[in-house]
């Protein structure tokens, strides 16, 4: 459990440096300059995020659960997983309502997720990964509405439909064949 604990604290530390310490972020980014900044912030997001694949694998491996599942959560979990894909999409279709509504919706996914995740599972390792991005997630979007919001181009009807449609298509990928291929948990428990 401690490379997973070690992997959230690189991994979502230096990802919180632009909500949390912005002064000491740019501090860096002028001491280092930018492509030293964006090469360190890369060495030690990669490091992070290998360390918490191995750490929650690990952890699978003899888990402590915290209670029983409850009945019905994975079912509940997936239906909030296509509202967390359709907000992912949201932040890369141009012109869509959605991304023009919410400015943030990268941000709202992992918050939207990470919930997902946490209905689905009930072990201690689960509560440290999607606990931990559901709080980073929390203060980021809460970060990021205070500055100015992103430039964002006129949406369209057309844009909003894409923007629908690629996050169902990401969805039906997971949920029938992505996550259990990846993972080895079937989500909808076929």
Same mark, same amino acid.
Request: aromatic content about 24%.
């Given at each position: 459990m401690i490379w997973l604990a070690l992997g959230l604290t690189l991994f979502l530390g230096i990802h919180l440096t632009r909500a949390l310490a912005p002064r000491w972020r740019d501090a860096q980014v002028a001491r280092l300059g930018d492509k030293? @900044?964006?090469g &360190?912030?890369? &060495? =030690?997001? =990669?490091v992070g995020f290998g360390l918490i694949l191995w750490g929650y694998a690990q952890a699978r491996l003899t888990p402590v659960v915290l209670w029983q599942p409850i009945r019905g959560m994975n079912h509940l979990a997936a239906l909030f997983m296509l509202v967390a894909l359709i907000l992912l999409a949201a932040a890369y279709v141009p012109r869509n309502h959605i991304k023009a509504r919410l400015l943030h919706p990268m941000t709202l996914s992992v918050k939207v997720w990470a919930l997902a995740h946490l209905l689905a599972n009930n072990t201690l390792a689960d509560v440290m990964l999607f606990g931990s991005f559901l709080v980073w997630a929390v203060l980021v979007f809460r970060a990021a509405r205070r500055r100015p919001g992103p430039a964002v181009a006129s949406p369209t009807a057309a844009g909003t439909a894409a923007t629908v449609v690629v996050g169902v298509a990401l969805w039906a990928f997971f949920a029938?064949? /992505?996550? /259990? /291929? @990846? &993972?080895?948990? /079937?989500p909808l428990g076929r």
């Open positions: 030293g @900044w964006k &360190l912030y890369t &060495l =030690v997001s =990669v029938f064949w /992505a996550h /259990a /291929a @990846w &993972l080895g948990i /079937a």
